[in-house]
């Protein structure tokens, strides 16, 4: 059966939220993702894992391919029997030349559907705090190229039309000619001192906005680069009480997660939320442990155990993945006792539909035993701890002091990861990044291993560091960093609130 089928998708103007259902759904079911450079690669996420990612990105000048290779690409494409999904920027239709796109498949009599997003001249003054129209302010609104050739002989736009004729004003592609445009409006009647801003990557966390007016907006916005979008008129002052987006707590903050990339979304995601710029960097990469028959051998005898006491998701999803390899499932667990660490930990282990009877108030090891004392007899007690290669040896160790029987056995390890970005430490000197959180002492130590160690007292003062626990921190200072936010409760939210906490104006 031929299935060839092409999506033109609108991606919205970078925010990844700020895409539709419809063009969710084209990116999960496409073979082939033919994709734009003002495209948030964070959504290709969704995709399935055997797609096919074709960048050909346009970004000002360097063009990776021409409109026309484009075009044979996404028809060859399509030809082999495939879906292609084809997202660009905003909406395909607003200067999108996805009209020159969908013309090309109907003379090759490919199917396709366009599917609309949202356009950079709605949502980006949006998050810079200006809505488009306003009863107060105006009732028209106009999409205009800044990109035409000013040394034009006609102009394909009649200034003195749109000049005085349209309230507000959005400029797609018109840095470059940001002189030429607010002369032309000026010489055609709109008065000078219209408010004007200029927004750059726009719903992004890398979002900057400049406000001026028509005679003094070019040398306000003499910095900002492509892309960016002008927005002219009056709707501009309302910015002044409707900036939502530029005023979150950590919007304008670069922060490094350097967790397990399994481990980071939880987290990234929060910090996101709050509007920070989230550079994931993992240091640690989750693996099955070398010998995998101590674990094999405690799921043979688990009912001799009275005891599970899980420190770690990792260790949960360990042991349960294993449990399950070995064909058995949780009627194993019938009677033992299950004790977590933490909150995290708590909701890995209900994820498989087993309740905790033991959680310390504090999230450490030491916390641990203290509150076991409380639940059970230790003395002549059978506990099992699946944990990670490098797990600290307080817990098995004071359990066996008070009488107890442990085995604490490798559930997993934990290995270092291969950097992705190696301009991360170039990023810290110059003052790109503001801070960079560690989970746990690996990720400290792969860290630095990874950058190396050498730039460890070049950091401080540069960056800040965030630490979730007192343990962490111990490690963190031992080799020489200094560390400037520490989580009050030793968890992810925790640290979160430290890092809030920080940020906020003193
Ligand atoms: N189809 C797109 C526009 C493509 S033209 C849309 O509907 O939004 C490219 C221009 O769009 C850029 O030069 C810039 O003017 C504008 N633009 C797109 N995304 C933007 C963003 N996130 N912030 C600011 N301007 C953006």
Same mark, same amino acid.
């Given at each position: ?65 021409? /409109? ?252 349960? /993945? ?95 990861? /291969? ?88």
């Amino acid at each position: 059966m031929k299935r060839s089928m092409v999506y033109l998708v609108g991606a919205g103007p970078g925010d990844p939220g700020l895409i539709t259902v419809k063009g969710l759904e084209c990116i999960k079911k496409a073979d082939i993702i033919i994709y734009d450079y003002l495209v948030n690669v964070n959504l290709l996420k969704n995709a399935r894992p055997d797609v096919e990612f074709i960048y050909v990105g346009k970004q000002g000048g360097a063009h990776t391919l021409e /409109q026309e290779e484009i075009n044979e690409l996404i028809v060859k494409k399509a030809l082999e029997d495939k879906i292609v999904t084809r997202l660009k920027g905003g909406d395909p239709y607003v200067f999108g030349r996805g009209g020159e796109e969908a013309l090309v498949l109907r003379e090759n009599r490919i199917p396709f559907e366009v599917v609309p997003g949202i356009t950079a001249a709605i949502a980006t003054p949006n998050y810079a705090g200006i809505p488009v129209t306003h009863r107060d302010c105006t009732s028209t609104f106009g999409l205009i190229t800044g990109h035409e050739d000013p040394t034009k002989d006609e102009s394909s736009i009649d200034w003195s039309k749109i000049s005085t004729g349209i309230g507000t004003l959005a400029f797609y592609m018109g840095i470059k000619n940001l002189p030429y445009i607010t002369e032309q409006l000026m010489k055609h009647g709109r008065s000078k001192d219209t408010p004007v801003a200029v927004i750059r990557w726009g719903t992004t966390s890398q979002q900057k906005t400049v406000v001026g007016t028509l005679c003094t907006i070019v040398q306000k916005a003499k910095d900002i680069k492509p892309p960016a979008i002008t927005i002219v008129g009056e709707v501009v002052k309302l910015r002044d009480q409707l900036n939502w987006f530029e005023t979150k707590p950590l919007f304008g903050k670069t922060i490094v997660v350097t967790r397990s990339r399994e481990q980071a979304s939880e987290f990234a995601d929060k910090l996101y939320e709050y509007g920070a710029h989230v550079i994931e960097f993992p240091t640690i990469e989750i693996a099955k442990p070398d010998s995998i028959q101590p674990l094999d051998e405690a799921i043979k005898n688990i009912q001799t155990f009275n005891w599970l006491v899980f420190t770690s998701i990792n260790g949960v999803d360990a042991f349960f /993945q294993r449990l399950f390899e070995l064909g058995k499932d949780i009627r194993e667990l019938k009677g033992i006792k299950v004790c977590a660490i933490g909150p995290a930990t708590e909701e890995g282990i209900k994820k498989y539909y087993i309740k905790v009877d033991c959680r310390p108030p504090k999230f450490v090891a030491e916390s641990v035993v203290e509150e076991l004392k409380k639940v059970t007899a230790i003395k002549g007690e059978k506990f099992l701890l699946p944990r990670a290669d490098i797990a600290r040896s307080f817990l098995p160790e004071e359990l066996q002091k008070l009488g107890g029987k442990v085995t604490d056995l490798v559930a997993y390890k934990t290995v270092m990861a /291969q950097p992705r970005d190696i301009n991360l430490v170039d990023k810290i000197k110059n003052g790109e990044i503001h801070i960079v959180t560690f989970t746990s002492s690996s990720t400290v130590r792969n860290f630095l291993q990874i950058v190396g160690e050498k730039n460890t007292s070049a950091f401080n003062g540069h960056v800040q560091f965030a630490s979730i626990g007192p343990i962490t921190t111990q490690t963190a200072e031992e080799m020489g960093l200094r560390v400037d936010i520490k989580a009050k409760e030793y968890t992810i939210p925790g640290l979160v609130d430290a890092i809030l906490e920080s940020a906020a104006p003193k």
